[in-house]
């Protein structure tokens, strides 16, 4: 959990209380939710590309072909570090 403090205009305070209001809950916990559901539906949205671009790929090449060229691209390059030193 991290602590985010933004400052907002008096007008866009106005729209989170009412917002918050009509779904009976805190400004604060509104806002929370309202990130939150941001968040997920961001995540969603990759994940369906990702797929969307995998089916693609699976329909052309074996997934050997995918794996392999996957490997070839993600392997850790000279010079870069990598999370494992």
Do not use: C, N, W
């Amino acid at each position: 959990m991290h602590l985010l403090s933004v400052q907002v205009s008096e007008e866009v305070q106005a729209r989170v209380q009412d917002a918050a209001a009509v779904a009976g809950q805190d400004p604060d916990e509104y806002v929370k939710q309202s990130l939150l559901d941001a968040i997920a539906r961001d995540q969603a949205d990759t994940a369906a590309r990702l797929d969307a671009v995998l089916d693609r790929l699976v329909a052309e090449f074996a997934p050997e072909q995918i794996t392999a060229a996957a490997a070839r691209r993600i392997a850790p390059q000279a010079g870069v570090a990598t999370a494992r030193g």
